[in-house]
C-alpha cells in the first residue's frame, strides 16, 4: 500500500506497527517526536531494499524508529527487507536495544538464502526524560541538529571501530553483540536518519555526494520543523544529482523532539 501525505498526520497508538518497504511520503506523531517518512524505492520496483518501522511502546512514553537497508535494490531484496520486518514485530517488546539488535540479526541470518546482509540504526526515544538510546548496526550516521548550539553534525555511536565483531551489518556473523548508546535530545533538536541511496548519490560526473558534502547541505537546511528539514534534504540531493538518474532505494526518516506531541 502506498502512503501519501494526503492522507494525514499518523498518529502511532501503543504497540502500533507502521512501516515497510513500500513507496510512502507522509508525516508522523510518536511519543514526543514529530516525524517525516519518505521512502522511495528504486523505479519501476513499488518495492526495495530500504526498510523503515516506526512503533509506540509502554502506554505511549516510548517511541522506537528502525531504518534499514538491505543490500542491493528493487524486488530481488524485497523478500529480505520484508522478513526483517516480520522480525522486528517479533521483538516488538524487547526494552534491552542490544539484546534486541542481536536476535534480529540472528533471525535474520537464519532466513537468509542468497545471502543479503542489512545495515540498521534502531533507536528508542524516552519522551518523559528526552534520552534517545540507539545502537547502530553498520548504517550511516544520522544527521543530528541540535537548538544549543544550532549546529548540525553526524552521530556516531561511541564504541571504537576497533572493538572485535561489534556493530556488524545484520546477517554476517551469528551472536555478533552491539553496543548502545544515549544522547540527549532537547525540545526543537532534529534528527535526519537516511539510506546510502541519498548519501551516495552521485551527479552527472560520476561524483558521490559523501558524508561530508551532506554535512555541508544539512547546515543550510530549514529547521523549523522536520518536515521543512526533511524536504528540504531531499531537494538539495536532488538538485546535487542534477540530471543523473537515481541508483538505489531513497530513504529518510525525519524526527523533532516535540513537547506535547
Known sequence: MTIQEED???????????????MATYSAELPGL???VSC???????????????????????????LADVAGHGEVVSSAAVRLHDALLQYVDDWDQS???????????????????ATAF???????????LFTNAGHLPPLWYRTATGEWSLLYDSTPLSKEIADLPLGLIAGTSYSQTAVQLETGDL??????????????SGEQ??????????????????????KGLLAAVARFRGTAPAEDDETLVALERRTGV
Do not use: M
Open 34 to 36: 514529530a516525524g517525516w
Open 209 to 230: 555526494l559523501g558524508l561530508e558534502r551532506l554535512l555541508s547541505i544539512a547546515r543550510n537546511l530549514p529547521t523549523e520543523s522536520a518536515v521543512a528539514a526533511g
Open 40 to 66: 522511495h524505492p528504486l523505479r519501476p520496483s513499488p518495492r526495495g531494499g530500504d526498510l523503515y518501522y516506526l512503533s509506540a511502546c509502554s502506554h505511549g512514553v516510548i517511541a522506537r524508529v528502525v
Open 122 to 132: 534502531l533507536a528508542s526515544f524516552y519522551s518523559d526524560s528526552g534520552e534517545l
Open 99 to 117: 539484546t534486541l539488535i542481536r536476535q534480529l540479526n540472528d533471525t535474520f541470518l537464519k532466513g537468509a538464502q542468497s545471502g543479503p546482509f
Open 191 to 204: 534528527l535526519l536518519l537516511y539510506t546510502d541511496g541519498i548519501s551516495e548519490s552521485c551527479d552527472e
Open 8 to 22: 494525514g498526520v499518523h498518529r502511532l497508538a501503543c504497540l502500533e506497527l507502521l512501516g515497510g518497504n513500500h
